[in-house]
């Protein structure tokens, strides 16, 4: 299974947060939305990745004053990306690899959507699924072989 069949599987609405934003209004955002990540957008263009990991590292940090700091002071930078041709096995390694639960998938220089771990879950969950019907198809329509008996 490809990214690009995941990101058909999920969706492709995408949440996204200018730079310049306090990180309050990131997490009112991401409570509303029900979303783990943010794409940081400047000018058009990707600059990076705000998720609950960099929002808790920035509360721990910013102490009461959390909320004053800027989406551009507690992102990630240069997040690391997936193709949409990349196969699943590679994404579900990378992630592991990296310790990343959120990937952006990027087609040149559009973001296409953002994976996370439990849309691969799932996905992997819906293939063993389709497998599993297809195969219990498989044995119940089982040709007879001349001579055979059932």
């Not at 994404?91 to 559009?110: A, I, K, N, S």
């Amino acid at each position: 299974m490809l990214v690009s069949e995941i990101l058909a599987i999920k969706g492709k609405v995408l949440f996204t947060i200018a730079p310049n934003r306090p990180l309050a209004e990131a997490v009112e955002v991401m409570n509303e939305q029900d979303v783990g990540s943010l794409v940081v957008f400047s000018r058009g263009a990707m600059v990076g990745m705000l998720t609950f990991r960099q929002v808790l590292q920035a509360v721990q940090k910013g102490g009461a004053d959390w909320q004053a700091m800027s989406v551009d002071e507690v992102m990630l930078r240069d997040p690391m990306v997936a193709a949409p041709d990349m196969e699943m096995d590679e994404l579900r390694r990378l992630m592991v690899e990296h310790h990343q639960r959120y990937l952006p998938v990027m087609d040149g220089t559009t973001l296409l959507g953002v994976v996370s771990f439990h849309d691969v879950a799932k996905a992997v969950l819906e293939e063993q699924s389709f497998e599993n019907r297809m195969l219990k198809n498989y044995i119940r329509n089982w040709p007879e072989s001349e001579g055979e008996e059932r």
